[in-house]
């Protein structure tokens, strides 16, 4: 009941200050609109980085990047002929643990035409896996590399949709199609599905077999590819996967350690600790503007306790206890910080917004709004009103009856 | 039987390096159903007598007995409840909240005192007692200083007190209202109240049916009589 009485009574003595109040309000206001804010800005960039995380192989991912070899094993290093498709068919045959083995050899840039348009694109050779560990699809009617293109180092292309588009117009024309590229007849096996992350690079890539791509452009002599990668089935098969890839490798490499294993765990954590500094710089931030609108909440209590001295003698005479002067100044402390913990909600939507403009989607991050931040910031803003309301409150339940009923 | 027992009470301050003896050595009773009025010139310690009787300060030394029990030395929440169930004030500057209605005022003590139920009826009814029961819902400051004082006075009653201090109480009262208030006290001590008058003006006193003059901290008598 008199918690009840305060909170009318603190609603009331708000409405007579209002400006005062709303004022007081301001810190809290914009420190639960930063909080949101952050974490939906957090959040989005997160999201984005662990779609591509997910779409680029996952967790699962293991790649085998090319190593200096260490310094004991210089005079033999130039027997390895470094990573070539040998690898990649050595893994097929030994390390069957594996879901999906891929290897790439990134080329130049090269210039292409059809009978009516031209364009350039960067040509990729592939074997079949990497449409399925990058996450790229083919439109209806045509088809990816298959392993029987690269056995036959055949001359087939698959499209990038900018691509098709530029050399025949609609995309859907373009497979059964030949194109040439650099003066070499291709034939036009399937187009990629339009890229909904639209990142500037997939939207041009052409992928040719492997084979056929070392065999017509890389320069004479270079069997080497740049990109070898095994998918594992489960996360718990990657110490002995690691384990059969390089004693697999060290055959074909002949003994020389000129290749590394790098599963993406490290990069996980990399990314886990960037995600939390960003909460704990950004959450800071949040903090202390939540920090200084609680101080001016005291602020406000103690110049309206002040002015209310009297008032508290005059309900101290007729009986209230110091207890009842506290509730009184907390209730009207935590009025102030819900309204002000509400508006802070409220802009903190017209600030994600603005934000969501603002912030370039083509990295696949998107700022959320998160009902969690937005439950979260208004009870820290409720509990920095309320402790923001003790100190004063505790001032006025002090007060000695008989100094302040005399006080003019 | 006494309601009250003074029993050489003292009251001393601490003013830099001076003690200053606010009351020195105060012995007294009040009885159920006594009408006093305490008198003396301003400095003299019936204030602090006041605020003695009134529960809203403690003895430096001394005994005093309220209703049969030692409340010499209580607690300050021990004091509010006292405030809040067995007393009644009324001041010179009448001391409504301004914010508050004529009944939310009136029902204050109640309010403290976590005596919930009809306590609207209550605040009413002890509005009624003072002729204000037409006035529950105006707000102090659209009233007259006599209507004010008897809004204060019906706060007073309103938890039916063993005691109604009233200090100076017609301090800020014009001749007419004085007389309606104090016309208004006697009524109630009629009705069996107990009342103690804190007031330097003889006239005033004189309403009281008993005297007790103070000087410099010290009963200097007692008289008997007063008006009757």
Same mark, same amino acid.
């Given at each position: 009941m008199i918690i009840g009485s305060a909170i009318i009574h603190g609603v009331r003595e708000i409405g007579k200050h209002k400006f005062r109040s709303f004022l007081s309000m301001i810190g809290i206001i914009l420190g639960v609109a930063a909080l949101v804010a952050m974490v939906g800005v957090v959040e989005g960039m997160m999201a984005g980085f662990r779609k591509t995380f997910e779409t680029t192989g996952g967790i699962e991912r293991l790649s085998i990047d090319e190593v200096e070899p260490p310094t004991h094993q210089e005079?033999?290093?130039?027997? /390895?002929?470094?990573?070539?498709?040998?690898?990649?068919?050595?893994?097929?045959? %030994?390390?069957?643990?594996?879901?999906?083995? !891929?290897?790439?050899?990134?080329? $130049?840039?090269? $210039?292409?035409? %059809?009978?009516?348009?031209?364009?350039?694109?960067? !040509?990729?050779?592939?074997?079949?896996?990497?449409?399925?560990?990058?996450?790229?699809?083919?439109? /209806?009617?045509?088809?990816?590399? %298959?392993?029987?293109?690269?056995?036959?180092?055949?001359?087939?292309?698959?499209?990038?949709?900018?691509?098709?588009?530029?050399?025949?117009?609609?995309?859907?024309? *373009?497979?059964?199609?030949?194109? /040439?590229?650099?003066?070499?007849?291709?034939?036009?096996?399937?187009?990629?599905?339009?890229?909904?992350?639209?990142?500037?690079?997939?939207?041009?890539?052409?992928?040719?077999?492997? %084979?056929?791509?070392?065999?017509?452009? !890389?320069? *004479?002599?270079?069997?080497?590819? $740049?990109?070898?990668?095994?998918?594992?089935?489960?996360?718990?098969?990657?110490?002995?996967?690691?384990?059969?890839?390089?004693?697999?490798?060290?055959?074909?490499?002949?003994?020389?350690?000129?290749? *590394?294993?790098?599963?993406?765990?490290?990069?996980?954590?990399?990314?886990?600790?960037?995600?939390?500094?960003?909460?704990?710089?950004?959450?800071?931030?949040?903090?202390?503007?939540?920090?200084?609108?609680?101080?001016?909440?005291?602020?406000?209590?103690?110049?309206?306790?002040?002015?209310?001295?009297?008032?508290?003698?005059?309900?101290?005479?007729?009986?209230?206890?110091?207890?009842?002067?506290?509730?009184?100044?907390?209730?009207?402390?935590?009025?102030?910080?819900?309204?002000?913990?509400?508006?802070?909600?409220?802009?903190?939507?017209?600030?994600?917004?603005?934000?969501?403009?603002?912030?370039?989607?083509?990295?696949?991050?998107?700022?959320?709004?998160?009902?969690? *931040?937005?439950?979260?910031?208004?009870?820290?803003?409720?509990?920095?009103?309320?402790?923001?309301?003790?100190?004063?409150?505790?001032?006025?339940?002090?007060?000695?009856?008989?100094?302040?009923?005399?006080?003019? | 039987m006494a309601l009250i027992e003074l029993d050489s009470i003292c009251k001393h301050y601490r003013m830099g390096n001076e003690t200053v003896k606010a009351l020195d050595g105060v012995s007294l009773e009040i009885d159920q159903g006594a009408y006093s009025a305490v008198l003396g010139p301003s400095g003299s310690g019936k204030s602090t007598m006041m605020h003695l009787l009134g529960f809203m300060d403690f003895p430096t030394s001394g005994s005093m007995i309220f209703d049969g029990d030692n409340v010499s030395e209580l607690s300050s929440s021990k004091r509010a409840w006292y405030r809040a169930n067995r007393l009644g004030f009324v001041f010179q500057t009448f001391n409504l909240l301004p914010r508050l209605s004529v009944l939310e005022n009136v029902r204050l003590p109640l309010d403290y005192a976590r005596k919930t139920r009809n306590s609207d009826q209550r605040a009413k009814d002890a509005l009624e007692r003072v002729g204000m029961g037409h006035r529950v819902s105006h707000r102090p400051g659209q009233l007259s200083g006599g209507e004010r004082q008897r809004v204060a006075i019906a706060r007073a009653l309103v938890n039916d007190p063993k005691l109604i201090l009233a200090d100076e109480p017609t301090g800020n009262l014009d001749t007419k209202n004085v007389e309606r208030v104090m016309e208004l006290f006697d009524r109630l001590v009629d009705e069996g109240q107990t009342l103690i008058l804190v007031t330097h003006d003889l006239e005033v006193a004189q309403h009281a049916r008993s005297i007790i003059l103070v000087r410099d901290g010290k009963l200097v008598g007692t008289e008997e009589g007063g008006r009757e």
């Open positions: 005079a033999i290093a130039h027997l /390895s002929p470094k990573r070539t498709l040998a690898d990649y068919y050595a893994l097929q045959q %030994s390390v069957p643990i594996a879901r999906r083995i !891929a290897a790439g050899k990134d080329m $130049n840039w090269i $210039n292409m035409r %059809s009978q009516n348009g031209r364009t350039w694109g960067r !040509a990729i050779g592939t074997t079949p896996e990497i449409a399925e560990i990058d996450d790229y699809s083919v439109i /209806s009617g045509g088809r990816f590399i %298959s392993d029987w293109d690269v056995q036959q180092k055949s001359r087939v292309v698959v499209l990038s949709h900018r691509q098709a588009s530029r050399l025949f117009g609609d995309p859907k024309d *373009a497979v059964g199609e030949t194109i /040439s590229l650099r003066g070499i007849v291709f034939n036009v096996i399937g187009v990629q599905e339009n890229d909904e992350t639209g990142q500037w690079m997939r939207q041009r890539q052409a992928f040719l077999p492997i %084979s056929t791509a070392i065999h017509y452009f !890389a320069d *004479a002599e270079d069997i080497t590819i $740049n990109r070898l990668a095994v998918q594992a089935r489960d996360m718990r098969d990657i110490p002995e996967l690691t384990d059969l890839i390089e004693r697999t490798l060290l055959i074909t490499h002949k003994g020389v350690e000129d290749f *590394a294993v790098e599963s993406r765990l490290e990069q996980l954590e990399e990314f886990k600790k960037l995600e939390n500094s960003f909460i704990f710089s950004l959450g800071g931030v949040a903090a202390i503007t939540l920090l200084v609108g609680g101080i001016g909440i005291a602020n406000v209590m103690l110049a309206s306790i002040s002015e209310r001295i009297r008032e508290i003698g005059i309900r101290k005479a007729v009986g209230a206890r110091g207890t009842d002067i506290f509730v009184q100044f907390v209730a009207e402390a935590l009025v102030i910080s819900v309204i002000g913990g509400f508006l802070g909600v409220i802009a903190s939507v017209g600030l994600v917004e603005l934000l969501r403009d603002l912030m370039p989607t083509d990295k696949g991050g998107q700022v959320a709004l998160s009902a969690r *931040a937005m439950a979260w910031g208004f009870i820290f803003s409720v509990v920095v009103g309320f402790l923001a309301g003790i100190f004063p409150a505790l001032k006025a339940a002090r007060l000695p009856v008989i100094d302040a009923l005399r006080y003019e | -």
